[in-house]
């Protein structure tokens, strides 16, 4: 199967929280693909970040698909909830879900475009019977919790061989990849088969971010 186009996500984590509607219409106008949402319950991961009241709030100043990355436990009771907010793609982690499956499935019941996510020391075992039920599939190539850390290239063998075992098995899925990802870092996980590539201080720590997010498509086409 020929690699699907390029998407590039800006991960609301790294915006400046006091603007964040213009925060949102500035990346907008800067091309980008969709808004990546990380919610983070201090239970999961060692961070709270915030919840589907502030997705609804945002949804109005924001055409781009909203990308909710679910770090919670117990995803299954807040579904409904986020889709009501807004999100268009929900992801759950592997590793908090008992019903992977069914999860996935409730996801798309309610709308939703359904993912699953991977932590770096997860084995893609755990999702090899869910993939015909994803949209896309998340891998992590930091670990999650913050902001700003750095890139694990041993997710770039992932991610070959997720795209290797889509291709086989003639699925459509996504492959998204979240962590590290910055202008110097993006081509090989590219190469290897990501195509929605989730950004944070790359583009919202830059001041142009038209420029920030041409140059991670720049080091794509290398």
Request: proline share 7%.
């Amino acid at each position: 199967m020929s690699a699907p186009p390029l998407q590039v996500a800006p991960s609301l984590l790294s915006a400046d929280f006091a603007r964040l509607a213009e925060e949102l219409r500035d990346v907008e106008e800067a091309g980008a693909d969709v808004l990546h949402l990380d919610v983070m319950d201090g239970h999961f991961v060692p961070n709270i970040t915030f919840g589907p009241p502030l997705i609804a709030a945002l949804r109005e100043h924001c055409k781009l698909p909203f990308d909710v990355h679910l770090m919670i436990e117990e995803p299954d009771r807040y579904l409904e909830d986020f889709r009501k907010a807004g999100a268009d793609w929900i992801s759950v982690h592997a590793e908090a879900v008992p019903h992977l499956q069914r999860t996935l499935a409730r996801i798309a019941e309610l709308g939703a475009k359904p993912g699953v996510v991977l932590n770096p020391g997860s084995s893609l075992s755990l999702i090899e019977e869910v993939l015909p039920d994803c949209h896309h599939v998340l891998l992590m190539s930091v670990n999650p919790g913050f902001g700003g850390q750095a890139f694990l290239k041993s997710q770039v063998d992932k991610a070959r061989r997720l795209r290797e075992e889509l291709d086989r098995r003639g699925l459509p899925t996504l492959i998204e990849m979240d962590g590290g990802l910055a202008p110097d870092t993006v081509a090989e996980p590219v190469a290897a088969g990501v195509s929605v590539v989730v950004a944070g201080s790359a583009v919202f720590g830059r001041d142009d971010r038209g420029a920030a997010i041409r140059a991670i498509r720049e080091a794509c086409e290398r």
